[in-house]
């Protein structure tokens, strides 16, 4: 096991609790989807693990330790965050922008080498989009900016990777590249922990669902055991169909009608 | 931009500044001559020619310190408007836009009032500047808004503020002596400049330039915001306190020996954007060169101009304010 997370609480503000006792364990190559309706803590979850944000009680523990004995940098060399998608307000070379994810191993007033450039230039071939390493990323598709803030997280070579709904704002055509690219870097021994609207990117991606709901009640296990017709219609409380198409052997998540 | 591409813009800055120094060094009331000035440099380093003993005084305690004074003071405001720009993720702050100016004018003047030199002056802006920064970045904390926008007009109450408070100190101060120095000194003048003057804001200029240009990958990182920053395992708070520090020091040592100096530190950072891209570790070195040239012509042109000096102010806004809406008009894909 890489990461637990144990028996955590999360409020904004006194008496509001917004996560309530949650517990699940991250392990190596793993995919974790968090599904949910909105509003319900799927972000706030993701940012306790990436130590945004305090739990205001319980810990997680990371290979060990727990997370909030460790500093910003110790953390950040083993877990890495992809931000829903920004516009920054200055435009940098997508090369600069991903040599930023070897941050945590550079010296305070250092600066980045050929080494650190030659780790960003291969997360950029792993992802498919050395074409662009010298456009600026003001200039780039939506689905190139998603491609190239992971890139950037595989620079910063963590063991977890945390991405806040990296399909939003994507066209159908990226949103399915970028599940992909999920699937094959989990398949590279990191473990990646998503939040999404789309209960089918879950069963897609396969490994296992961490779901929070209305009531703050928490399930989590492995995708096929825990999405069912009833349980997709309880949390979205919509009439929601799951199909086994046997073409593509593999249940689909379906709305009968509107 | 390729790496000898950027070493050549370097070089040609450095040259460019050379050039400008050595025309501000030669041109001025008493003689136009550079053979003059030449002659004036050569004896005193030792070789014998023949010499104009009034050139040598004029080149060596008026014009070299003035040349030396506006290079600094350029190179400071620049940095200081290109790091807050950085740090605040805002293309339209600058140290007058964020009340820091005003700040240490304030704190400037009060040191003024108490009858102390340049040390104290130094200390007592850096106060002020500290002091403005903070309340300009607390006032878009406080409403929960963190646009572009709130921080600019927080920057403008706060500097708002703080120009009526440096108005009651000039009313409130003795007419004879002290409000003629608040008056003289805030009208951003390099006239009166002495080298001892320079050297007292050496050292600030020496460590804000130093740390800051240490930094400058740094700063690329806070300019992503502070998640981003935090989760690539930086200590946000500290990393801004120290740069946000740096870029306030730089300020209030330019404030504390030739008053508001408008525009240069807004108008030469998106000049170097423009040139070398927004990487902080080129664009960093680019500003401060920039804004020392900027600044070294500006002076030349304010005291050649007319027989009567021209204030640095009226100048940096003629020249700066056209060059930064046409800056913005090249950019506009480029910022948001």
């Known amino acids: ?258 | 931009m390729k790496k000898s591409t950027y070493a050549l813009t370097i070089l040609l800055l450095f040259a460019l500044l050379f050039g400008a120094a050595l025309t501000g060094i030669c041109i001025g009331r008493l003689s136009t001559n550079p053979m003059d000035v030449l002659n004036a440099i050569k004896s005193k380093l030792g070789i014998p020619v023949d010499v104009d003993e009034a050139m040598e005084i004029v080149v060596f305690s008026i014009r070299i310190p003035r040349v030396l004074a506006s290079i600094i003071i350029g190179a400071m405001l620049s940095l200081s408007g290109a790091v807050y720009q950085g740090v605040f993720r805002n293309p339209l702050v600058s140290p007058d836009i964020l009340g820091v100016s005003s700040g240490a004018s304030v704190g400037a003047a009060g040191a003024i009032m108490l009858g102390m030199g340049i040390a104290g002056r130094q200390a007592f802006a850096f106060i002020g500047g500290i002091a403005a920064v903070i309340i300009a970045t607390a006032i878009p904390k406080l409403l929960k808004n963190h646009s572009n926008l709130m921080l600019v007009l927080s920057g403008i109450i706060v500097g708002g503020f703080l120009s009526s408070l440096l108005a009651v100190m000039k009313f409130v101060a003795e007419e004879q002596t002290e409000l003629t120095t608040i008056v003289f000194w805030q009208m951003g003048s390099f006239s009166n400049i002495n080298l001892k003057e320079i050297f007292a804001i050496g050292p600030a200029f020496f460590l804000g330039t130093v740390l800051l240009i240490g930094l400058s990958w740094r700063i690329n990182i806070l300019s992503f915001g502070e998640i981003e920053a935090k989760t690539l395992g930086m200590d946000v708070k500290k990393f801004r306190g120290i740069i946000i520090a740096c870029a306030s020091l730089l300020t209030a040592a330019a404030v504390s020996i030739s008053g508001t100096v408008g525009w240069v530190g807004l108008v030469i950072p998106h000049l170097a954007r423009l040139i070398v891209g927004s990487d902080h570790i080129k664009m960093i070195p680019v500003t401060v060169l920039l804004g020392a040239i900027f600044m070294c012509i500006i002076d030349t042109i304010a005291r050649a101009l007319m027989t009567v000096e021209i204030p640095l102010s009226i100048l940096t806004g003629i020249i700066g304010a056209p060059c930064y809406a046409l800056l913005l008009y090249w950019q506009k894909a480029n910022i948001s």
């Not at chain 1, 609790?17 to 995919?31: A, R, V, W, Y």
């Not at chain 1, 780790?119 to 989009?129: F, K, N, V």
């Open chain 1, 1 to 258: 096991m890489l990461a637990e997370i144990k028996n955590i609480n999360f409020s904004y503000e006194e008496g509001h609790s917004i996560l309530h006792d949650i517990s699940f364990p991250i392990d190596k190559g793993q995919i974790i989807t968090i599904l949910g309706p909105n509003g319900v803590g799927k972000t706030t979850l993701l940012n306790c693990i990436a130590n945004l944000i305090t739990p205001t009680a319980g810990e997680i523990m990371l290979e060990g330790r727990a997370l909030n004995k460790m500093s910003p940098k110790e953390i950040a060399m083993k877990i890495a965050f992809v931000p829903q998608l920004i516009v920054p307000s200055f435009s940098y070379e997508v090369l600069s922008y991903v040599v930023t994810g070897c941050a945590p191993r550079i010296g305070t007033f250092e600066k980045p080498k050929k080494f650190h450039y030659d780790i960003a230039r291969s997360a950029l071939e792993q992802m498919g989009i050395t074409h662009i390493s010298h456009k600026y990323y003001t200039h780039i598709s939506g689905g190139e900016r998603q491609l190239a803030s992971i890139a950037r997280a595989l620079a910063q070579r963590p063991r977890i990777i945390l991405m806040d709904e990296p399909t939003a704002h994507l066209d159908y055509g990226n949103q399915i590249k970028v599940l992909k690219v999920i699937k094959n870097i989990a398949e590279d021994g990191f473990s990646a922990v998503i939040t999404t609207h789309n209960p089918d990117h879950a069963l897609l991606l396969g490994g296992k669902v961490a779901a929070l709901n209305q009531n703050g009640q928490f399930v989590f296990g492995k995708t096929e055991g825990v999405i069912s017709k009833e349980f997709l219609s309880m949390l979205y409380d919509t009439d929601l169909h799951l199909y086994h198409i046997s073409d593509i052997n593999r249940d689909v998540c379906i709305v009968p009608t509107i």
